[in-house]
């Protein structure tokens, strides 16, 4: 099996499609490759929720201001001759408001959009140069019935813990970065999750804590050694 084929398995071991040959190679494979590491646990917990059944009303108010929006924009386009095709601007121009209202129907306004959408693009990249970095290593723990896995970069000072399939906790799972106190660095109500974490210390510590976290670990289920 050559290096291609054994990174192309990544999918097909994660959804748990592997011949028991083809498990253990890549289980072996995994213990130096963060950058698979990371693709399982995300495509882990991607097929987690979409497995769960997930149903929100909309509120009053956004079914209202797009049946506005309908009222007022026209249903019968004027007809345009054989082999023309409409203007590009006109056309997303529409979209765009419809886009618009829907929005601010529901309460977020573009300057949020930005922000958080900003948030988005610089994280993924931190991560991104975490998982690419020369000195990046992995170092796992089966925790809670699931996985902790933190890659390490030194260089960056930074690292990625990836939860996978932890048992979901009455209250919240914290993370910690552990030197002579502990540094609460991530916090989430569900089993799995990816955090980017920066400002490394010797130890990864996980624990139990009620929503909302707190100051000081609480029951700690998990720890990591990083050095």
Known sequence: ???????????????????????VAFERHLRNCPTCA????ELRETAARLAEPVAEA???????????????TPQERPKQPAGRRAEPGRRWAWVASVAAAVLFAGGVGTGTWAITRQHFINQTSQVDAVLAAADARAVTQDVEGGRITMIISPSHDAAVALLSDLKPPKGSYQLWMIDATA???????SGSGRFYIRGLAPTFGLSKEPKGGSKTPTEVVGKLDLR
């Open 1 to 23: 099996m050559t290096a291609v084929d054994i990174h192309s398995l990544v999918g097909a071991y994660a959804l748990d499609a592997v011949d028991d040959l083809e498990r």
């Open 38 to 41: 990371a693709e399982v646990a």
């Open 58 to 72: 909309p509120p009053p108010r956004l079914r209202d201001s797009v049946l506005a929006r309908v009222a007022h």
């Open 183 to 189: 540094r609460p660095v991530g916090l989430t109500e």
